[in-house]
């Protein structure tokens, strides 16, 4: 039975298809989903709650989100304020787009200083 809290989370088709992905690349973008704002698509949760909900470690994680990266499914952006990254923020792609990133500034509680695309081992300052 559900209860009032409960919601459902659109997961593309082609995401599930994707033959690049594995099921942990898979259940991280739709855990992603359920954390995310309906309306942006992103979600601001830590990387420790997402390692507990997945019961995974960080390089699992790591590698999930890799395979997201590289395959177009997800952007990750890290705020950084006071010298140190504060904040990571979750894009969920709802179609395979491409990884072309580019730099961004929030203006608000600091600054958008790199946006990690792990798939091109780079990192945008």
């Not at 730099?103 to 091109?120: F, P, T, Y």
Request: hydrophobic share 35%; glycine share 6%; with cysteine.
């Amino acid at each position: 039975m559900s209860t009032c809290n409960d919601f459902i989370v659109r997961i593309p088709a082609r995401l599930l298809k994707d033959g690049r992905l594995s099921s942990r690349a898979r259940l991280l973008w739709s855990t992603l989903a359920a954390f995310a704002d309906g309306r942006t698509d992103q979600t601001y949760v830590s990387h420790k709650a997402i390692e507990k909900l997945l019961r995974c470690g960080r390089v699992k994680r790591q590698e999930a989100e890799s395979e997201l990266i590289g395959a177009g499914w997800l952007r990750i952006e890290q705020v950084r304020n006071k010298g140190r990254f504060s904040r990571r923020t979750y894009t969920l792609l709802r179609t395979r787009n491409s990884t072309a990133v580019q730099k961004l500034d929030s203006g608000k509680k600091g600054r958008i200083h790199a946006v990690v695309d792990r798939s091109a081992k780079t990192e945008l300052r």
